[in-house]
């Protein structure tokens, strides 16, 4: 057991509330059309005004506020966005200031797309243990609509915008991450990614209009991730005295209707034990991960004591899984 203890959680939603009833009439469908294909009611989409290091701010000032912690007393932040606010510099250092936190402290980001907050969640435990540091924020913002391609159905009616927030300490004995485990199978790289915003494709070696939006093969990716999810499974849980059947609670990356479907029928997770927020704010990228979390705490699904199983996949192709006892 690697002592953790999630002291207190936020999350942060944009103001504009998006049904799949408005897109409906937006792309010209029959009425119910987008919420049969996507499985989504509603989803949460930022305005122009809007901008992601402010919802991670605010995810940020939540999680401080239901949990009593003072700015000061936090001592690193982490963001674990899947797409970064811009290229340089990191989005964590533009979250400082709007979040209240101290000037001056350490700040970085952690990208493992969809899956960064539970890498973030592996990075943090590793430095509280060292003693590096006492209290650690993790905040994952992703605006997922401004990347949206409309002429992509498939990939354009998931997604949500949002934020959630953790804060982090070593914690007493008996609570904290009992098993870990990433996995990239780089076969899948090119099969869900944005092309440009790096090195890659700009306007000195070439640029399309569409490098700057999401694109992804959901066929393949599925297909791949449900061929790999057993093995990956069997790994996991391998040594550290856990078995799925005995998780109080399975907290999925909210990837998709499909997946979610899938996950829960495969892996013969009761409906009550799977947490599953996706309807009504879709796939919020790394967001989608804490946001769960967030949800399930505060509505006592899980609490002091509970086992709790992070699961999911992202861009990479990485599978991703956390057995925390909290």
Not at 5 to 15: E, N, Q, R, V
Not at 42 to 48: C, D, E, P, S, V
Not at 72 to 98: F, K, M, N, W, Y
């Amino acid at each position: 057991m690697i002592p953790l203890h999630i002291l207190s959680t936020g999350k942060a939603l944009p103001d504009h509330c998006v049904t799949s009833a408005e897109l409906d009439g937006r792309l010209g469908l029959r009425p119910g059309q987008v919420e049969k294909k996507s499985g989504v009611v509603h989803r949460f989409h930022a305005g122009n005004d809007d901008s992601q290091s402010g919802l991670a701010a605010a995810a940020l000032r939540d999680a401080m506020a239901r949990g009593g912690v003072a700015p000061a007393s936090i001592d690193l932040l982490i963001s674990a966005s899947g797409v970064a606010e811009q290229a340089l510099p990191s989005t964590a250092c533009r979250i400082v200031e709007p979040a209240g936190l101290r000037i001056g402290m350490p700040a970085f980001d952690v990208n493992a797309s969809c899956l960064g907050f539970l890498a973030a969640l592996q990075v943090a435990a590793g430095l509280l243990a060292s003693g590096a540091y006492r209290r650690i924020a993790i905040v994952a913002s992703d605006l997922a609509s401004r990347g949206l391609d409309w002429n992509e159905p498939e990939a354009s009616l998931i997604f949500g915008d949002g934020a959630a927030a953790a804060i982090v300490e070593a914690g007493p004995g008996g609570c904290g991450i009992a098993a870990q485990r990433l996995e990239t199978y780089p076969q899948g790289k090119a099969w869900c990614e944005v092309r440009a915003g790096g090195t890659r494709r700009n306007p000195r070696v070439g640029l399309l209009p569409s490098d700057h939006l999401f694109s992804m093969d959901g066929k393949r990716v599925f297909k791949l991730a449900a061929g790999l999810m057993d093995g990956f499974l069997a790994r996991l849980f391998e040594g550290s005295g856990h078995r799925l059947d005995q998780m109080d609670a399975v907290v999925p990356h909210q990837a998709s209707h499909l997946s979610m479907s899938h996950l829960r029928k495969r892996l013969g997770i009761p409906a009550d034990a799977l947490v599953d927020i996706y309807a009504r704010h879709g796939n919020q990228v790394s967001a989608s991960l804490p946001t769960a979390l967030h949800e399930a705490i505060q509505t006592r699904r899980v609490g002091p004591g509970s086992r709790v199983l992070l699961l999911g996949s992202a861009a990479g192709l990485t599978l991703g899984g956390m057995v925390l006892v909290l």
